[in-house]
């Protein structure tokens, strides 16, 4: 083995040794929300996840369940995605040496040293990068398909090195193998070929022309396309988790084809449909959501909403220009230097960039502050670029080099050494920048059990033997993972045990109506009544959706009451008078906090909150709650691992989902409050304000009214000042305003009425606060003053009269009336108003 391999070997490995720690030291311990729970189920009992189905990934999946490095299933296929995303890197830097050699073969040790130190730099700054990385601590597919893709190229150039020797074909075939089987996991490495064509066309087209290699490909695509088999054997037999069920080869193709998302259009573009931007507006629309995402990759701040000094974003506009700039630079000396393989590298970023930007016609950004900007994705889809941010990072690893070969060219002679070895050190503050800034960012998901614990708690919940609807992947994938592999509350009708999770996204799909109906959940329709489900609209104008059907027939059956047309297609106020009044069933029905109103409309008035869920009950009530199982499930039985601990990033998904978490403890809160339980209630609200990141308006709110109540004016202050911190309301001064009068520190309370006139929010409660002051003053001049002030803002007028009969001041309110009255003596309606008033 000669030198340079060893060379190659010894620094491949180190790159992908670094690289593997990194990714480990920020590895998701168990599940994270979106696709990774129902990938970690699946691959754990050999399931069938969401079209198009990723066979090979949950098998390959299974293999490393079965791996003993923990406790964790999870961890497991975690572990499974930082491999691959440590093996990317390996073959990113053993592509690159091989670029460099072909640009400049090295013939002095300085020229090798930079080539080997510049492409272990490279492949560490796109390790590092933001969506990279956070695609290698999670079980996703991203990772593998950035591994394959550069293991291809890496083959690819292996090939052009051999080409005249035996067999050196072969390695062409393996390509098309390894690339056809990947459909298997996803679709991405089919986008090396374009580039691979181009190639083979630029070194050696006459190997397109050979029809033997040309039946053996076609062979072997049809090998690697039967790993789609497993799909429909394994659906068979009848999987926990079985989406779409392709047991026939009709339904299979339905899974490959994604049918239930719907057809891939590049006309009309999706920023277009509600916005009216004509074609190329539209286009440029999502090319911006492209720059979007690639701005977050080298420094946090653009990702992140947290508060940043001036500084900090000046560095990270620049850096990201800076590294932007260093790749295009790339982009051109890799074009001088060796414009074959730039035309294999660079068409394999132009189809993973702005080819996916046409192909998958995205939506805005759902961050887009743009109001007019509809409609928007129901998450950021950076993962989807991620290759390409990776191959971007390879032509930024170019520009450097190029730049650093400039430097010691023109340096003396006796100084080339020096600045080799110091620039060789110096590479490697670029991949420091994304991993230090990046580190504190949605890409540590250490000691992170959030999702884990979210779908153990919901389905805590439930009574055993329940039916949950659900919303989406978020509040469905967790709770899969913890019914499948924890084996926590898996639904088993025939013993009355666990909970059946009905998806309301799937339940307008007859083939998971069917499995429902197969696992026990109680529905009475027959197999043709299901497929012959369509969304109906009803006399009154409504539209009724097949999942509106299915959660009637699904009520009905509960109470075993049979379910004729005319009541199936009545109106929802008619179907809950018929069918809800006296409700008593098998099951218990609940609605997940998380499903929209929309879906729960009509049920409302017959939905009591138990902690995370609402269940369906007999009685008729607003806001009903159950605060002896809420209280026991909030304070004694959820597990709440990592939500309190600051070292756990948390991001704009998990701080939404702690409010469903902070909705419960308030309605209890409120609840025991009303009933007089103050000790208990301030627990509880103080307990739930901890998870109410984004609005802890109402917590506060209510403490500081029972800290009022009970004189305990610092308490009360303090959690009204904190709401001030994040937000500037008038209603916030104006209460501390009357607890300051309370105390008798009247220039105090008359300032913070002061601020709260000239707040952004609220401004009525300022002038409230002023002419109540002065009006218990008997300081008529200074009421009418501060009154008057606010009939010249017009809706702040009209607006402080409903403050005042709102707070119970029925003699302001008066007042205010007397002295519109005395400007406006002719107004019948404020006459009437004020006689009501008595």
């Not at 999702?451 to 033997?465: I, P, Q, R």
């Not at 666990?498 to 109680?522: F, H, M, R």
């Not at 010249?792 to 007042?815: M, P, Q």
Request: charged share 25%; hydrophobic share 45%; proline share 4%.
């Amino acid at each position: 083995m000669g030198k340079e391999k060893k060379l190659r070997i010894f620094v491949g490995i180190g790159v992908f040794v670094v690289v593997l720690i990194v990714y480990l030291i920020t590895l998701a311990p168990s599940t994270s929300f979106w696709d990774c729970g129902e990938f970690i189920a699946c691959s754990y009992i050999l399931g069938i996840p969401h079209p198009p189905g990723t066979p090979l990934q949950i098998l390959i999946g299974r293999i490393f369940t079965l791996l003993p490095i923990s406790r964790e299933i999870a961890y497991r296929m975690n572990f499974y995605s930082a491999l691959s995303g440590a093996l990317a890197a390996l073959f990113l830097y053993l592509v690159f040496v091989k670029v460099i050699e072909r640009c400049r073969k090295p013939k002095v040790w300085w020229e090798r040293l930079i080539q080997h130190t510049f492409g272990a730099g490279t492949a560490l700054l796109a390790s590092f990068l933001f969506t990279c990385w956070d695609n290698s601590v999670e079980a996703e597919v991203y990772s593998t398909s950035a591994f394959i893709m550069f293991f291809c190229v890496w083959v690819t150039l292996i090939w052009q090195e051999n080409i005249g020797k035996r067999a050196n074909k072969n390695l062409l075939l393996l390509l098309i193998y390894i690339t056809s089987l990947s459909i298997g996991i996803h679709l991405l490495p089919l986008l090396v070929l374009p580039g691979l064509f181009v190639f083979i066309l630029l070194v050696k087209p006459r190997e397109l022309l050979d029809s033997k290699f040309f039946v053996i490909t076609l062979v072997l695509i049809f090998i690697t396309i039967t790993t789609y088999l497993y799909l429909l054997l394994r659906s068979r037999l009848g999987p926990g988790i079985n989406e779409v069920a392709p047991t026939t080869f009709e339904r299979l193709w339905d899974v490959f084809s994604r049918k239930q998302y719907g057809p891939m259009k590049f006309f009309p573009r999706k920023t277009a449909i509600e916005t009216g931007y004509n074609v190329f507006t539209a286009i440029w629309q999502q090319i911006r959501v492209y720059i979007k995402y690639f701005s977050w990759q080298f420094v946090a701040f653009p990702r992140e909403s947290r508060v940043f000094s001036s500084g900090y974003r000046l560095f990270s506009v620049f850096a990201t220009w800076f590294y932007a700039l260093l790749g295009f630079w790339g982009f051109w000396s890799h074009f001088k230097k060796d414009k074959k393989t730039f035309a294999l590298i660079g068409l394999i970023f132009l189809f993973t960039s702005l080819g996916l930007v046409l192909y998958l016609n995205l939506r805005f950004s759902p961050s887009d502050p743009d109001p007019l900007h509809k409609p928007k994705e129901v998450r950021e889809r950076d993962y989807f670029y991620s290759v390409s941010f990776l191959f971007f990072a390879f032509f930024i690893g170019i520009g450097l080099w190029e730049l650093a070969s400039s430097i010691i060219e023109t340096s003396l002679k006796r100084w080339k050494s020096i600045a080799a070895i110091c620039l060789s050190v110096l590479i490697f503050a670029f991949p420091a920048i994304p991993l230090f800034s990046n580190y504190n960012s949605h890409v540590n998901r250490r000691g992170n059990w959030v999702a884990n614990d979210y779908g153990t708690n919901l389905l805590m919940t439930c009574d055993e033997g329940s039916v949950l609807f659900t919303n989406g992947d978020n509040d469905t994938f967790p709770l899969w993972f913890v019914q499948e592999v924890k084996k926590f509350r898996k639904f088993d009708a025939k013993n009355h045990k666990g909970v059946v999770v009905a998806n309301l996204s799937l339940l307008n799909t007859d083939w998971y109506i069917k499995q429902l109906k197969e696992w026990g959940a109680p529905i009475s329709f027959t197999d043709r009544e299901i497929e012959k489900l369509r969304p109906v609209k009803i006399p009154n104008g409504e539209v009724l959706y097949v999942k509106d059907l299915v959660i009637r027939n699904i009520i009905a059956t509960n109470a075993g009451k049979k379910l004729p047309p005319r009541d199936l297609f009545a109106t929802r106020e008619e179907f809950t008078e018929k069918y809800l009044k006296d409700y008593k069933g098998e099951f218990n029905i609940y609605f997940a906090v998380t499903v929209s109103r929309e879906n729960m409309k009509g049920y409302e008035k017959h939905l009591k909150l138990e902690a995370l869920a609402y269940k369906i009950v007999a009685e008729e009530g607003k806001g009903m709650i159950d605060p002896e199982k809420t209280e026991d499930l909030l304070l004694n039985k959820f597990s709440y691992r990592s939500i309190f601990d600051d070292r756990v990033y948390k991001d704009i998904n998990t701080i939404k989902l702690l409010s469903n978490y902070a909705a419960g403890f308030f309605a209890l809160g409120t609840y025991l409050r009303g009933k007089g339980d103050y000790d208990k209630a301030l627990e509880v609200l103080e307990f739930g304000k901890k998870f109410a990141v984004k609005d802890v308006m109402p917590f506060a709110y209510n403490l500081a009214e029972i800290y009022k109540d009970r004189k305990e004016y610092d308490k009360a202050e303090e959690n009204l000042r904190e709401v001030l911190e994040k937000f500037d309301s008038g209603l916030i001064y104006y209460m501390i305003g009357q607890m300051y009068e309370e105390q008798g520190r009247e220039d105090e309370a008359l300032m913070s009425y002061l601020k709260a006139k000239e707040s952004k929010n609220d401004r009525v409660a300022g002038y409230a606060g002023l002419a109540s002051f002065y009006y218990r003053k008997n300081d008529t001049l200074n009421t009418i003053k501060y009154l008057r002030e606010a009939m010249r803002e017009g809706k702040v007028y009209s607006n402080l009269f409903r403050f005042y009969i709102t707070s119970g001041d029925t003699a302001l309110a008066k007042f205010l009336l007397e002295d519109y009255l005395k400007l406006n003596p002719k107004d019948e309606k404020v006459k009437r108003l004020l006689e009501q008033l008595g």
